[in-house]
């Protein structure tokens, strides 16, 4: 996936930019997730592979689905009427990063060979959970931007959760947060 060069200055911020990338990639797991979402690929559990053709057009995305031999199952297509729909290489469900076995001599096999697009491991796709995924994303990119905050001075101290410890070691409740 392309991502535009960071104009802010990655000595003074390295967090920010880390922040944009961690942003990057989970908007693109949460895209092919939706998008693949819009058909019945990712419901239907004969289907263990989608080719995604993302080059021959560029207003529409190109499926075709595999069984477990990696024969050709069906095709669908899904149109690109705005660039945040397009469905650019996924790592996480790319079967050549989660090494998946592709069948020799299959449709599946020939589909990888063209090299006019990727391919999702429909299993990787199936285990992921948007929500999950969301929560963590949020987490990371605020610990890439507290890293610069507390280099800066704006940050000195931060706590996580609903309660902090007493001197006694029990819970008390934080500030504000009285029932």
Same mark, same amino acid.
């Given at each position: 996936? /392309? ?12 967090? /920010? %930019?880390?922040? &944009? ?18 058909? %019945? !690929? ?6 263990? *592979? ?11 995305? /190109?499926?075709?689905? !595999? $069984? ?7 095709? %669908? =297509?899904?149109?690109? $009427?705005?660039?945040? @729909? &397009?469905? %650019?290489?996924?790592?996480? !469900? ?6 998946? =076995? ?7 096999? @020939? ?19 948007? @929500?999950?995924?969301?929560? *963590?994303?949020?987490?990371?990119? !605020? ?16 706590? /996580? ?11 008390? @409740? ?6």
């Amino acid at each position: 996936m /392309f991502h535009p060069q960071s104009g802010s200055g990655s000595e003074e911020f390295p967090g /920010f %930019d880390q922040a &944009r990338t961690i942003m990057w990639c989970y908007e693109a797991r949460a895209r092919t997730h939706t998008r693949l979402s819009e058909t %019945d !690929f990712l419901i239907d559990e004969a289907v263990m *592979a989608v080719h995604v053709d993302n080059t021959s057009r560029a207003d529409r995305v /190109f499926l075709t689905a !595999f $069984d477990r031999d990696g024969q050709l199952l069906r095709g %669908d =297509t899904l149109y690109v $009427d705005e660039p945040d @729909q &397009r469905l %650019d290489i996924t790592p996480e !469900f790319d079967h050549d990063y989660n090494a998946m =076995t592709v069948p020799a001599g299959s449709d599946l096999e @020939q589909a990888v060979i063209r090299e006019n697009g990727w391919i999702i491991n429909m299993a990787s796709l199936r285990k992921y959970e948007p @929500q999950e995924d969301r929560r *963590a994303t949020q987490r990371a990119v !605020f610990l890439a931007h507290l890293g610069d905050m507390m280099n800066s001075g704006q940050t000195r101290g931060f706590l /996580f959760g609903d309660s902090i410890m007493g001197s006694s070691g029990s819970t008390t @409740q934080t500030p504000g947060s009285e029932h």
